[in-house]
Nanobody, 120 residues
């Protein structure tokens, strides 16, 4: 049973920082891609940052240069460092993981989310 558990969310003021953690059950090496998405009220869920099994990274243009995604394989944990936070970063942040199980078939898993609130 694959489980993803996020932590580290909270309330900060403009320009503040947070570090989010995603604990993955079992080895994270079996997932082709692990990443972070976010969803604000009234908005669709959007990709924030991803990291592949080969350590290639991708970032949404709105967060590039401010957020950093990383992984710690021995701890089976993925992190998202959020710096220079803005009110528009306010959202529920979700961890996700994608696993190739057969050919082009992919299973996608989601965590329950952690709230990030940024005030001005």
């Amino acid at each position: 049973q694959v489980q993803l558990v996020e932590s580290g969310g909270g309330s900060v003021q403009f320009g503040g920082s947070l570090r989010l953690s995603c604990a993955v059950s079992g080895s994270i090496s079996r997932f082709a891609i692990v990443g972070w998405y976010r969803q604000a009220p009234g908005n669709q869920r959007e990709m924030v940052a991803t990291i592949s099994s080969g350590d290639s990274t991708n970032y949404a243009p709105s967060v590039k240069g401010r957020f950093t995604i990383s992984r710690d394989n021995p701890k089976n944990t993925v992190y998202l460092q959020l710096n220079s936070l803005k009110p528009e970063d306010t959202a529920v942040y979700y961890c996700n993981a994608a696993q190739v199980v057969s050919g082009s078939q992919v299973h996608v898993y989601w965590g329950q989310g952690t709230q990030v609130t940024v005030s001005s």
